[in-house]
Nanobody, 128 residues
Framework: QFQLVESGGGLVQPGGSLRLSCAAS????????IGWFRQVPGKEREGVSC????????HYADSVKGRFTISGDSAKNTVNLQMNGLKPEDTAVYFC?????????????????????WGQGTQVTVSS
């Protein structure tokens, strides 16, 4: 049975950093596209970043470019999202998801409909 579990969320002041982790069981993340998404109440789920397996082919939403970095740890079968320079508008529940590798590609939006396996989410709150 596939399972994705997010961790690392919390409360941080503006300008601070958090590192989210997505640990997988029942599937090897290197065979998939892995995406990070976020959602606030009343709004659609937004694609933040994605990567194909544990490679270097990563993509980011314009709103987080230069601040967030996605990376994989093959030994732990985990994908991380390092978030620096956090802003209040980054406040959301963050989800990781896995999907077929074509779901993450250059010049393509990070579309939640392309991802088939989802974690339960972790809350990130940026506030002073």
């Amino acid at each position: 049975q596939f399972q994705l579990v997010e961790s690392g969320g919390g409360l941080v002041q503006p300008g601070g950093s958090l590192r989210l982790s997505c640990a997988a069981s029942g599937l090897v993340l290197d065979f998939y596209a892995i995406g990070w998404f976020r959602q606030v109440p009343g709004k659609e789920r937004e694609g933040v970043s994605c990567v194909r397996g544990f490679g270097n082919d990563a993509h980011y939403a314009d709103s987080v470019k230069g601040r967030f970095t996605i990376s994989g740890d093959s030994a732990k079968n985990t994908v991380n999202l390092q978030m620096n320079g956090l802003k209040p508008e980054d406040t959301a529940v963050y989800f990781c998801a896995a999907g077929p590798r074509p779901a993450c590609a250059l010049h393509q939006s990070i579309d939640s409909a392309q991802f088939t396996h989802w974690g339960q989410g972790t809350q990130v709150t940026v506030s002073s």
